[in-house]
C-alpha cells in the first residue's frame, strides 16, 4: 500500500520468471480446455498489466518493466493464446478485426494491455495492433443496440467491458484524442447493469440487457479496479458497494461475500473461485486493486492480511511467488497489488 519499491520489484521479479518461461495449458488444472486457455491468457494479461503499472508510476523501474510487458504482448500476439477464443468462436479474433462481431473474450483483455503499452510508448511496434483492437471495439460497441458486446457467441458479461472502458480511457490519454463515443455509450451501459437494491454489477444479461446472472462480487471488484482508469466515480460506487454490503473481517482478517446475504444458495463457479462460507477467492483477490485504486487504507489491509495468510509468500533471491496461486494467481495479486490511484 505504500508502493514499498523492494516488495514490487519481487513481485515483478517473479511474473517474469513466469511469463519468461513459455507457460502450457497443463500448468493450470480447471477440468475445460477452454478454461484452462483462458486462465493462461489471463496469466499474460494480469502480468502485463502490473509490468506497465509499475512503469506508469515509477520512472526508476520504467525501462525493465516495460521489456516485460512487451514480452507479455508477444505472447499474446501468438495463436496458442488466441486459440480459447478461437474454439468458442469458431473463428479468430485477430483476422476478423474488421468484419467481426464479439470476441471481447479476447478483445477486451488483450485491449487494456495494449492501451497500457501505448501510454508509455505511444509510438512503438505494437501501437499498430492497439490501434486496430481499439477501433474494432469502438465500431461493435457503437454498433450495438445495448452498448454490450458478446464475449462468447450469445453471453454478455458486463464485468469484461470494464477492459473496454479501461482501455479506451487509456488510448484517449495516449494519442490525446477526445474520448471516443463508444466510451460514454459503455459507461452507460455498465450503469444500466448495476442492481439497484445491491448496486452489484449483473455478472451476465440478456440481449436486451436484462438481468441473466444474479449480481456478484467478483465481477464487481474487477470492473471497480478497471473502471478507475475512467471513471474514478463510477469505480467508487462499485467499491463502496462492495465495502458496504460484501466485505466482513474476522480478527483483522478480511474477505468479500461472492453473492449479495439475500441469495442463500450462491454457488461457485469458474468465475467466483472457490467459494468458502460464502466468501469468494476471486472476489477477495480483486477487490485488492479496487481499495487500492479508491484509497481505503482499513479494507485493503483486512484484505491483504487474508491474502497473505492463504496465498502463502515465499521470498527468495529477490523474487516473490505465492506458493498457493500457481501462475495466474501470482499474476492477479501482481496487478492488484500495484493497480495504481483512480484517475491515473
Not at 197 to 217: G, N
Request: aromatic share 8%.
Amino acid at each position: 500500500l505504500r508502493d514499498d519499491p523492494v516488495l514490487a520489484d519481487s513481485l515483478s521479479n517473479g511474473l517474469a520468471r513466469w511469463t519468461t518461461t513459455e507457460l502450457k495449458e497443463k500448468s493450470f488444472a480447471t477440468g475445460s480446455a477452454r478454461f484452462d486457455g483462458e486462465w493462461m491468457f489471463g496469466t499474460y494479461v494480469m502480468a502485463g498489466l502490473g509490468f506497465g503499472q509499475i512503469a506508469l508510476t515509477r520512472a526508476d523501474a520504467r525501462d525493465v518493466n516495460i521489456e516485460r510487458l512487451e514480452r507479455c504482448l508477444d505472447a499474446l500476439e501468438t495463436d496458442r493464446l488466441r486459440a480459447f477464443d478461437r474454439d468458442g468462436w469458431g473463428n479468430d479474433a485477430i483476422t476478423t478485426l474488421e468484419d467481426g462481431r464479439g470476441h471481447l473474450a479476447y478483445l477486451g483483455y488483450a485491449s487494456v494491455v495494449y492501451a497500457l503499452h501505448r501510454r508509455l510508448r505511444p509510438e512503438s511496434r505494437y501501437a499498430a495492433r492497439e490501434e486496430a483492437i481499439i477501433a474494432a471495439i469502438e465500431r461493435r460497441v457503437l454498433a450495438s443496440p445495448i452498448g454490450f458486446i458478446e464475449t462468447y457467441p450469445n453471453e454478455i458479461y458486463p464485468v469484461d467491458h470494464a477492459t473496454a472502458i479501461a482501455a479506451l480511457a487509456l488510448h484517449a490519454k495516449a494519442t490525446g484524442a477526445a474520448p471516443s463515443p463508444a466510451l460514454a455509450k459503455l459507461l452507460t451501459a455498465v450503469r444500466g447493469a448495476v442492481d439497484p437494491q445491491t448496486r452489484l454489477l449483473f455478472q451476465s444479461v440478456h440481449a436486451d440487457a436484462s438481468m441473466r446472472d444474479t449480481p456478484r462480487a467478483s465481477g464487481t471488484a474487477l470492473a471497480a479496479y478497471l473502471v478507475s482508469y475512467a471513471d474514478p466515480p463510477l469505480a467508487r460506487q462499485l467499491f463502496v458497494a462492495l465495502e458496504k454490503g460484501q466485505f466482513r473481517t474476522v480478527l483483522g482478517f478480511g474477505a468479500m461475500m461472492e453473492h449479495p446475504v439475500t441469495m442463500k444458495n450462491g454457488k461457485a463457479d469458474i468465475d467466483s473461485g472457490p467459494v468458502v462460507l460464502g466468501f469468494g477467492v476471486s472476489a477477495t483477490g480483486f477487490a485488492l486493486g479496487a481499495s487500492r485504486a479508491n484509497g481505503d487504507r482499513e479494507t485493503f489491509t483486512a484484505l491483504y492480511a487474508t491474502a497473505h495468510l492463504f496465498g502463502a509468500p515465499f521470498d527468495e533471491d529477490g523474487v516473490r511467488t505465492y506458493t498457493t496461486g500457481g501462475p495466474i494467481g501470482d499474476a492477479i495479486l501482481f496487478a492488484m497489488l500495484t493497480a495504481p490511484k483512480a484517475g491515473t
